[in-house]
């Protein structure tokens, strides 16, 4: 009925406790069953063949998808053909780039996939992870714009008579993208010329050698792999304490795709990320605040942190320390007043700015599983990456 492994939609009934756990029995004989996510096994005794439940569960009278894996069939097929790898890669960045290419290297069959999770404000990118698109790369060239805006504000001490020019940041925002896209298609490109396969899909585990992806469009594709590494980065950290942050605040996923300027803006963290995004948005002659609720770049040399934030402060970027943001409001000319309080004194203190960026931290990004025995949970950022035969 699954012939050599395809995958199929069945009949399933799913029973939902009282205590929400929900139970799939499918209409097989002989009387199969199993919870959400594990294997089905055979109760009949005569065959071994095992089902995997591998989504649309929890609601009662649902048709799930389910898989049947034969037991001299250790990599499935899917509908479109075989679809087997030595190694398979989770993740489009830096790190599994780097990863899929060397493998490749050394003769093995490689397949990438990646897939970006648009921002709460809706940006997303394409191939070649954080620093090829809301980091290094586009960060470097929006400085270098405030460092050449900083040489003509300085040429008039060396004799040159130059008129003060306005910054179009519409005009800067669209190189910055523009080249950003070329890596992404050169990201592409290699990818291609050793033969690596990229798929662009949302991955979740079947079992500790496949991936199920799920395209734009709907559409499923199981992939299967002697091994698989899971390199999904991460993302900022939006403050869980501060109502509406995700709604009225943007983060480094976004400032470097914006198509207008940001107007005055407020940076709260200490981030390198933030005083790297105050300092170039100071440079192109937007007004700008950076928060920050203890010590600026605490990871880093005090002596040389302290530098830093000197010379932001000389250059035009005001810092206020030992400040935590209470709330963000948006007013009724669409500009933000955010009320803060002096951790010191406990005073309070409101101001009012075009836009918010959030610069407190990255949150790991795992791929959600979808098969339990695999022995992958997520529980919490501070859980160390999952691992297990194969990952």
């Known amino acids: 009925m699954w012939g050599g492994g395809d995958y199929t939609p069945a009949s399933l009934t799913c029973l939902v406790s009282g205590s929400g756990q929900t139970t799939c029995t499918p209409s097989l004989p002989p009387a199969c069953w199993g919870m959400c996510g594990h294997p089905i096994p055979s109760q009949d005794g005569t065959s071994s063949w095992t089902l995997y439940h591998i989504g649309n569960c929890g609601l009662l009278g649902s048709r799930p998808r389910l898989l049947l894996v034969l037991p001299s069939q250790r990599l499935p097929l899917t509908p479109a053909g075989r679809q087997c790898y030595d190694l398979l890669v989770i993740g489009g960045g830096s790190g599994g780039l780097a990863c899929a290419k060397e493998a490749a290297q050394l003769g093995k069959k490689v397949a990438v996939v990646d897939y970006v999770e648009p921002s709460p404000r809706g940006t997303r990118w394409g191939l070649g992870g954080t620093c090829v698109n809301v980091g290094c790369i586009p960060k470097k060239l929006m400085h ?26 519409g005009k800067m925002a669209e190189a910055v993208q523009n080249h950003v896209k070329s890596l992404n298609w050169g990201h592409r490109v290699q990818l291609q010329d050793r033969k690596v396969k990229y798929f662009n899909f949302k991955a979740s585990f079947v079992n500790p050698h496949m991936v199920c992806g799920v395209s734009k469009g709907g559409e499923e594709t199981l992939l299967s792999a002697d091994h698989i590494v899971i390199a999904t980065g991460g993302r900022p950290r939006y403050p869980t304490h501060i109502e509406d942050a995700l709604e009225y605040g943007i983060t480094s996923d976004d400032i470097f795709w914006l198509k207008e300027s940001p107007g005055k803006t407020l940076v709260v963290g200490a981030s390198y990320v933030a005083l790297e995004c105050a300092g170039f948005l100071t440079g192109l002659g937007l007004d700008t605040t950076v928060m920050i609720r203890s010590v600026p770049l605490r990871a880093f040399d005090q002596q040389m942190a302290s530098l830093v934030t000197e010379h932001m402060a000389v250059h035009g970027t005001r810092i206020l320390r030992g400040c935590t943001p209470l709330r963000v409001e948006k007013l009724s000319d669409g500009r933000l007043q955010v009320t803060w309080v002096d951790l010191a004194s406990d005073k309070k203190d409101t101001g009012t700015f075009d836009t918010v960026l959030w610069a407190i931290g990255t949150v790991s990004v795992f791929v959600l599983p979808c098969f339990q025995p695999v022995g992958l949970f997520v529980l919490s950022p501070v859980t160390r990456p999952p691992s297990g035969p194969g990952l």
């Open 144 to 169: 270098q714009a405030a460092l050449l805006g900083g040489m003509i504000h300085d040429a008039s001490h060396y004799g040159w008579k130059v008129a003060q020019p306005l910054h179009d940041w």
